[in-house]
């Protein structure tokens, strides 16, 4: 591991970079749950019993903040109960479908002959009513995103296809097999918000990628292979040397980014009509005995999945949602693949043991990496002090939790874990306001 001021270089790990994404049928049972984004819950449409069809809206957004959700199958409603989620930490409200294998569409989804004359309140629209969430991790709804407040001047659109999370190559191989799609939803975002065109960012440890989006006709920025490059205000600082406020957001220097996944998720939705009910993940790992890309149906049980690419090898003792260095680890394979899933990484070992922790020696080496130039071990020891207005004076809330400071820690602390734990308190302190 090689470290620098605001980078790190983990081992890459990118295995499945050659890997066609291959489409997973959809299970016999799917788990849908209605907390797939950042805000409020959908407000369910559907109950025990009803039939649905594939694209169906069975959720409805429940405030600014919201995003509708989709049935990613054709069958029959079993139940909507509280199910265990992949992010969150107590179960959430879901809907559980029988697949009945017909995969019915919807009506609805239809390939629209000419898009050119729809304004740009009709896009943003077919943008919410699609579901389209920020795929690479946030989940912010797509929709809210492209409106920014009007005092803002927007003036450039980074499409972030930088990946740089480790094992991951989801995105890489969506620019190697769609580059026309993915340059089309570009596009569309770049029409909302009156960008000329759309800046392409991508790490140059994916060269396939690079020439086939070059070849496609996009504008490409080739970026240094590190670690957390992906990050909005990294790119945002690399491209430009525009920094963004302190508990600022992009709009406020005048650019908007959008992840890769997103960006063919707003396609499908304008050209060809489909909501966001299925995306495309990188099932990789030792943990797992087959690896790759799949195009995956929303719901599907991490299980389902697993077994598809062959199943456990022996002395997998990690399952972890996303990459290693910002996934989710799990305790339970039965929780669904969710519009935020962008990979299921399983490990064995030595890859997958947490080292034990040992007390600080103030060597400043997560001070060195932290991106966000904060003082991660202070941070940690107000958190778990529970001093979190002091942590807040000192940025907590402007960690990205890229987990940088966590990897390069001599004494292996789990500082991101307690940053966590400092922003939930300071969160749950706000909201008793």
Known sequence: MKSFKGGIHPEE??????????????????????????????????KKGDRVLVGMKIGEAEGYISSPIHSSVSGKV?????????????????????NDGENEPDPSIKKRTSYDTLSVEELKNIIKEAGIVGLGGAAFPTNVKLSPPPEAHIDTLIINGAECEPYLT????LMQEMPERILEGANIIAKILGVKEPIFAIEENKPEAISKMKAA?????????????GAEKQLIKAILDREVPRGGLPFMVGVVVQNIGTVKAVADAVIYGE???KRVLTVTGDGVKNRGNLLVAVG????????????????TIKLIMGGPMMGISQKTDTVPVIKG????????GEQANI?????????????????????????????????????NRWGIMDCIECGSCSYVCPAGIKLVQAIRLGKYLLRKERSKK
């Open 13 to 46: 790990n990118k295995i499945t970079t050659g890997s066609l994404i291959k489409e997973m049928p959809a299970p016999e049972l799917i788990v849908i749950p209605f907390s797939q984004h950042t805000g409020a819950p959908a407000k369910p449409l559907v």
């Open 78 to 98: 079993k139940d909507i109960r509280v199910m265990p989620h992949p992010v969150s930490a107590i179960p959430v409200l879901s809907c559980v479908i029988v």
């Open 170 to 173: 989801a995105d890489d191989r």
């Open 217 to 229: 006709g996009a504008n490409v920025v080739t970026l240094k292979t590190k670690y957390p490059q």
């Open 275 to 277: 909501p966001l009910y």
């Open 300 to 315: 599907t049980l991490f299980k389902d999945v697993i077994d598809f690419m062959g199943g456990y090898t022996d002395n």
């Open 341 to 348: 899933t962008s990979g299921i990484l399983l490990l064995k």
């Open 355 to 391: 080292p034990h922790s040992e007390p600080c020696i103030n060597c400043g080496e997560c001070v060195e990496v932290c991106p966000m130039h904060l003082v991660p071990t202070l941070l940690a020891k107000l958190s778990e002090n529970g001093k979190v207005k002091m942590a």
